[in-house]
C-alpha cells in the first residue's frame, strides 16, 4: 500500500516509481505548490504558468476544468471563474519527478488566458535587453 500524504496524494515509495510508476505522487514544494503551464490542445501555444495546491490539481482532475492557487491572493481559483476564459482540460501531464504539470487545454470564452488581456501570458520577447510585444 502506498504511503498517503497530508496531500491526499500518495508518495511514491521509490525514486524508480517516482520516474517511472503509474502512479501520480505529485511533488508540491516547501509553499504546498506545483507549476502548473496551459498549453493550448489544438495550436501547442503556451498559454500560462500557474501554480496549484493540492485541493486545485484535485478539482483540475475531478472536474475537466483548470484550477490554480493565487500566491498573491491566498485562495485557489477556477479559471474564467469571473472572466470566462475557462479552460477545458483535454490531458494532464507530469514531468519526470513529478513536480510540475502541463495541462492541455481548450480554452472557452474567446480564447484568452492572460489576465492583461492577451491570448497568451507570453505575449513579448526580450530584445536587446528590452521586452517587445510580441504578436
Same mark, same amino acid.
Given at each position: 500500500?502506498?504511503a ?7 508518495? %511514491?515509495?521509490t ?13 508540491f514544494?516547501? @509553499?504546498? *505548490? !506545483?507549476?502548473? !503551464? %496551459?498549453?493550448? @490542445?489544438?495550436?501547442?501555444?503556451? *498559454?500560462? *504558468? ?5 485541493? %486545485? ?8 476544468? @483548470?484550477?490554480?492557487f493565487?500566491?498573491s491572493? +491566498? ?9 470566462? +476564459? ?5 490531458? *494532464?501531464?507530469?514531468?519526470? =519527478? +513529478?513536480? %510540475? ?8 470564452? =474567446? ?9 497568451s501570458?507570453?505575449?513579448?520577447r @526580450? ?5 517587445v510585444?510580441?504578436?
Amino acid at each position: 500500500m502506498r504511503a498517503m500524504t497530508e496531500t491526499g496524494f500518495p508518495t %511514491a515509495p521509490t525514486k524508480e516509481a517516482l520516474e517511472r510508476g503509474e502512479t501520480l505522487a505529485p511533488r508540491f514544494d516547501a @509553499a504546498g *505548490l !506545483i507549476a502548473a !503551464i %496551459a498549453q493550448h @490542445a489544438v495550436t501547442g501555444e503556451v *498559454l500560462m *504558468l500557474g501554480w496549484m495546491n493540492a485541493e %486545485a490539481l484535485g478539482l483540475t482532475l475531478k472536474t475537466g476544468e @483548470a484550477h490554480y492557487f493565487s500566491r498573491s491572493r +491566498q485562495a485557489l481559483w477556477r479559471k474564467g471563474e469571473t472572466s470566462g +476564459q475557462v479552460q477545458k482540460v483535454t490531458e *494532464l501531464r507530469v514531468d519526470c =519527478d +513529478q513536480d %510540475a504539470v502541463l495541462m492541455k487545454v481548450l480554452p472557452q470564452g =474567446d480564447g484568452g488566458a492572460c489576465h492583461v488581456g492577451f491570448r497568451s501570458c507570453f505575449y513579448r520577447r @526580450a530584445e536587446g535587453g528590452k521586452l517587445v510585444e510580441s504578436p
